[in-house]
C-alpha cells in the first residue's frame, strides 16, 4: 500500500508562484509513474503533469512553460513547481502514482491540497 500526501497549496495572486509537494510512503519513483492532476469546482479531474518511472517529465498544454515536475529519490517527494499563476489554475491538486503489472493495475492518490489564484 502506497500513501501520498500533498501540500504545499494556499492563496497567491495572479504572477505568483507556489511549490506543491508530494510525500510518499516509500522508494516508489523508480517503479511508478507519478502525475499530478487537478479538479476545479465543477469540472472534471484533468491531468497536468506527468513523470514517468524514469523521470521523464510531460505537461498538459495550458501549464506547459509555466509548471516545472520533479522528484527527489532521497526524500520520496515529488514536487510540482507553478510559475506564473493564473486564476485558472485554482483547483484542489491531486498526486497519482500508478503501475501496471501483468493483469494488476496499482493505482494510488493523495488527498489534495487547495490552490486559489485571486485575480
Known amino acids: 500500500q502506497v500513501q501520498l500526501v500533498e501540500s504545499g497549496g494556499g492563496l497567491v495572486q495572479a504572477g505568483g508562484s507556489l511549490r506543491l509537494s508530494c510525500a510518499a510512503s516509500?522508494?516508489?519513483?523508480?517503479?511508478?509513474?507519478m502525475d499530478w492532476y487537478r479538479q476545479a469546482p465543477g469540472k472534471q479531474r484533468e491531468w497536468v503533469a506527468g513523470?514517468?518511472?524514469?523521470?521523464?517529465?510531460t505537461y498538459a498544454d495550458s501549464v506547459k512553460g509555466r509548471f516545472t515536475i520533479s522528484g527527489d529519490n532521497a526524500k520520496n517527494t515529488m514536487y510540482l513547481q507553478m510559475n506564473s499563476l493564473k486564476p485558472e489554475d485554482t483547483a484542489v491538486y491531486y498526486c497519482?502514482?500508478?503501475?501496471?503489472?501483468?493483469?494488476?493495475?496499482?493505482?494510488?492518490w493523495g488527498q489534495g491540497t487547495q490552490v486559489t489564484v485571486s485575480s
Open positions: 497519482n502514482a500508478w503501475r501496471i503489472t501483468g493483469m494488476t493495475t496499482d493505482d494510488y
Open positions: 516509500g522508494s516508489i519513483f523508480s517503479v511508478f509513474a
Open positions: 513523470m514517468t518511472s524514469g523521470g521523464r517529465p
